[in-house]
C-alpha cells in the first residue's frame, strides 16, 4: 500500500490540471468569442451596497457597434431610462433630466457602469482562479489594483452570477439572465 500511495497522489496531481487546462481552456475560448461579437445583450438583477445601504435595480444592457446602452428596468420611478455610457460619468440623462446614481466606491464603479465593467472584465481580465462547483464553472478576475470580479458561468459557459468587489469589499451582485 505505502507503494501505491505515490502513484495515486501524482496520478491525483495529473487529473487536477488536466481538468485546470480545461477549465482555462473553455474560459479562453468564451473570452475570445466574447471579443469578437459586434453585439451583446443581457439582463441583470444587481443589489449595489453603499457604505450606508443597498439599493436593488433591474438593468437591461446592450452593446452594439454604435456603443452600450444600460435601460433601467427598475425601480419603478425611473423605469425606461437609457444611458449610453460614457467615459467618466455615472449619471443618467433623459430629456435634460440628470440622475445621479451616486459612486459605490472611491473609483467611480456606480450601478450604471457596473455591467459595462463586467463585460469589459470578462473580455480583458486577468483570470486569477477557475473552479467548479456541481455543473457551474467559476471565475475570478482581476480587472485592475482594486476590482476584482467574480462569475459563475452555467454548463454551457453562460455568465448566470457575478459579484463585483472593490478592494475586497462585495460591492455589486448580478443575477444575469437573457444572455445573447
Request: charged fraction near 30%; include cysteine; glycine fraction near 6%.
Amino acid at each position: 500500500m505505502r507503494k501505491l500511495l505515490p502513484l495515486i497522489l501524482l496520478s491525483a496531481l495529473i487529473l487536477t490540471g488536466c481538468g485546470e487546462n480545461a477549465l482555462e481552456s473553455r474560459y479562453e475560448s468564451f473570452a475570445r468569442e466574447l471579443g469578437e461579437r459586434e453585439d451583446l445583450s443581457f439582463t441583470a438583477e444587481l443589489r449595489c451596497e453603499y457604505p450606508d445601504r443597498s439599493v436593488r435595480f433591474a438593468l437591461a444592457y446592450q452593446e452594439t457597434e454604435e456603443g452600450e446602452t444600460v435601460t433601467v428596468l427598475s425601480p419603478e420611478n425611473i423605469a425606461g431610462i437609457r444611458a449610453l455610457r460614457r467615459e467618466g460619468g455615472t449619471s443618467l440623462e433623459f430629456e435634460g433630466l440628470i440622475l445621479d446614481t451616486g459612486d459605490l466606491d472611491l473609483y467611480g464603479l456606480s450601478p450604471m457602469n457596473a455591467l459595462p465593467l463586467l463585460t469589459d472584465s470578462l473580455r480583458r481580465g486577468h483570470p486569477d482562479s477557475l473552479w467548479t462547483e456541481g455543473e457551474d464553472t467559476l471565475l475570478s478576475l482581476v480587472r485592475d489594483d482594486h476590482l476584482t470580479v467574480r462569475v459563475r458561468f452555467d454548463r454551457d459557459m453562460r455568465p448566470v452570477q457575478a459579484e463585483l468587489y472593490s478592494d475586497d469589499r462585495l460591492t455589486v451582485f448580478c443575477e444575469i439572465s437573457d444572455w445573447r
